[in-house]
């Protein structure tokens, strides 16, 4: 992408690629090439990882996925396949095939979950550790797929398992919300559970959280409360640019939070 | 499409194209020939039938929607035009244009509804032969658009009908849930009809009826009610793969029906 | 486009293009190259104006900005950036370099608004002046971004507003819903508010009012109040065939309107 127009309207800072901070993530579950160029083409800029969601990677063909993996990394893109793909593979005893095979595609970041399969969290850890000596970014997530077993978790315990994460290695710990955003520091209807999320920024090193948040008033709620340098996931490849304008002030949900401040 | 990555990651058994189980029929109301290509390139193999939606056919150019016809039959897919759009045929009563020009534009299946149209039911028993006679594959809806007159249908009747229309001809029965999900099965919100629904999938032959149902949710009920192979209806483009997903257990919400089971 | 088939299937009369009424303003807040092509090639004839929606113009690579505008104008549509870049200007004191650089940049049209920037209406009927006098065309919106000062606009308050609108030079008035349809004449969970609806139909010159509606149950009802030719807002480009559908009665949501009244 190359010069922006409209140059006389000033914008609140952003960090370069590639960002430590102010991370977007984006959640792609079906992309072909047209869409691939499209997006890189509009919101290249704006994308630092993109994450092939949950286990749709074995279903794609092999050569369009060495593709687009391609085309991401050519722009600055880390690519992960999902961490439920992970948790099928330790399902079945598999975790070594699968690291091996997701390097040999040319993926350069995994993800670390146990979403839904049952899993030691020391178990967990030794599969950072096993990621990052392999050479891969490691992103790892907290939380659980299932509301019921995601609420039994003390907000403690999250900070806990983040901490010890990050300690293994991960670059980033994701906070899960799922693709809908109605879990974790959410609830069913995709409303922010101000207690439990006030709760994490505070006791967590936000720089180094991901929070998963896939609908607009969640990504306002969190540029409001943490700037235009939070780390946010699971935006739809057609919410990029929405979300940067959020984070800029240019849209009306955070215009009052940079103009009228 | 070619040969999937991953390959030591097993998966449940699914059957292959041609499919007469396992069907996923998708609900294309818009798509340019890009969105085909991509649609083609990353999803083509878990396709069965496209329906272009309702009249939309009506208001496409002429030379456009051929190549989307050729394309989609290309790949071994079934198309057809929406059966809204034959009952405004009927409404004007030119039920025999539309099917010779549905045949000369190059569709091979048509679906036959009584969704809005007041029409008799063998008037459309009628229209289901007269289809069949002229080489068309025909799916015929049970169900109507507006939620009043739709709950007026009693169990036994939904079952009757989809039993006589495939004796007619039907190569399948849909059962209405229109493109948002919310009626025939399900309720306004989308939930599942537990009732209605276990009466159905008890009484009809499920291999020869495909159930819409848009919605995630709704798709992973079918799927832990009748395995991999149910027959689904009304996937929107971007759903395919997430729907094949959770057809093989690759996704959280049916993590555990194959994984833990 | 070229000539659509089915064509002894009669519909509604509906203007040709450039429409005075019966016109359809599309969001365009996230599309590349691949997809302005697919939605040109499938819907080109039934869309008038392009929003590219807020502040998103700002993020663009300019290059793909001008090739964007460019493709939009060869096919007969106006193209005009957000009103709330707009209002970002006017608060940096920019607004001429805006309407300088959206002239540069070949925008034919632009959108004024108070939606969040405090501004006096004198102040904002001024901008319409001026943008007029520099030889755009000019949609000016009347509503704000947050609901609880939405809400304290009157009614009269609103038609009179519109009313100075139309005088100062706009072309259409658009009565602001939002991107998601849940403001202004609809209610938070995006259903018609049938007093204040009814009461802006009744007052103003429909014929000059484009209705935000991006919603189908929101077009059906503005369809079935205002005729097929009724003039629509912030519609999704995926939405563009399916709301033609809606307007000339081949979709179940206004079949019996056109086909059983």
Known sequence: MGAKPFGHISLPPRSEKPRE???TMVLDHC?????????LATAGDYIDVVKLGWGTSRLFDEGLLKEKIRAYKANGIKVCPGGTFLE???AQGKQDEFFNCAKAL???CVEVSNGVHPMHHDEKLELIRKACSMGF???????????KEDERIAPEERVSMAEKELAAGSWKVIIEAR???????????GNVKEELAGYLIKNLETDKIIFEAPNKSQQAWLIKRLGSEANLGNIKPDDVIPLETLRVGLRGDTFAFFHLG
Chains 1, 2, 3 share one sequence.
Request: charged share 20%; hydrophobic share 40%.
């Open 106 to 108: 040319g993926f350069d």
């Open 137 to 147: 970014c490691v992103t790892s997530e907290v939380g659980k797929k299932l509301r």
């Open 31 to 39: 992309l072909g090439m047209h869409a691939v160029e499209d997006l």
């Open 21 to 23: 901070n102010g991370v």
């Open 88 to 90: 099928v593979a330790c």
């Open 179 to 189: 693709a809908g955003g109605t879990l974790g520091m959410f609830d069913f209807k």
